[in-house]
């Protein structure tokens, strides 16, 4: 990926997390086959059972050649800058571990980030059959005295995967979203070489990004998020095609605890009106 991953840039608190070993899980479930990572403890894969691309292969909507999406970013306290999409989590299940859910069944598991001396970031992924969104919880624990700024940002930097052959067509479709302060606001980088971007600041209640048929949203519990930041760009592709790609960011508080936890739920899958219309919240306002 071209991190880097030196000592010198995650400084005393994450360079040993720079190393480790890289398990995948798989999950199984009726709408979708999901793959998450140790490294970085990242959703890698998520395809979509029901429905194919133009060249008849399963939708796949996580941008894999990236190596996943779906990481905090934060300021430590000795003033680095850590993404944790660059470090290896550890998790007790074997290697390529595959976990098949039907009927009203769900699966959850602890991805631990560790620092040391019993301070440690879990992502805690909960995947349930039959619905297209999953749960995580974060603990941050014993870490008010890692994190800086008493913030962090849940990440969702790669957008979605295009599933059309026909990239134009599908770009103009495509935009970010966020719903603030009763308000809902788009982002379109309609332009090639014209990024654009959103900052936001107060108690914002999801934020996504869709295509022509999909979307990612990061929907938190109401009331926690306190911000969101959002980043489009719209580059040239081959055939005369173009792409846009939108970055999510929700910017969420740390009030300085001893452990302290935040819940987020994802939401990948189709823009079917009455699934997305369910999840309540005015998620329906990007149809």
């Not at 598991?109 to 349930?128: A, E, N, P, Q, W």
């Not at 508080?253 to 997305?276: F, N, Q, R, W």
């Amino acid at each position: 990926q071209g991190a880097d991953t030196s000592a010198a840039a995650l400084g005393h608190f994450f360079a040993k997390a720079a190393t480790g070993q890289e398990k995948v899980l798989i999950i199984k479930t009726d709408l979708y086959t999901a793959e998450i990572t140790t490294h970085g403890g990242l959703i890698r894969k998520w395809e979509l059972q029901k429905y194919l691309t133009w060249d008849k292969e399963p939708v796949q909507l996580v941008d894999f050649d990236k190596g996943g999406d779906y990481s905090l970013l934060f300021t430590s306290s000795d003033g680095k800058l850590i993404d944790t999409k660059n470090l290896y989590f550890e998790s007790d299940f074997p290697a390529w571990k595959t976990v098949t859910l039907n009927g009203e069944s769900s699966f959850t598991v602890d991805l631990v980030l560790s620092v040391g001396d019993g301070h440690s970031i879990t992502k805690r992924y909960t995947f349930t059959n039959g619905k297209y969104s999953f749960d995580t919880e974060f603990l941050f624990k014993g870490m008010d005295q890692i994190v800086s700024n008493y913030e962090y940002q849940i990440v969702w930097e790669n957008g979605l995967r295009y599933a059309e052959h026909n990239s134009v067509d599908e770009s103009s479709f495509a935009m970010a979203y966020v719903y603030s302060g009763g308000e809902l606001a788009e982002v379109d980088a309609s332009k090639v070489g014209e990024p654009v971007k959103r900052d936001i600041n107060g108690n914002t209640d999801w934020v996504s990004t869709r295509n022509k048929y999909f979307a990612v949203v990061l929907l938190p519990e109401p009331g926690k998020a306190q911000g969101a930041y959002l980043e489009g760009s719209r580059a040239h592709m081959p055939d005369k095609g173009e792409k846009e790609t939108y970055a999510l960011a929700l910017k969420m508080p740390l009030k300085g605890a001893p452990l302290e936890t935040e819940k987020v739920s994802v939401y990948l899958g189709p823009l079917d009106y009455d699934i997305v219309k369910s999840y309540g919240r005015h998620l329906d306002g990007m149809m």
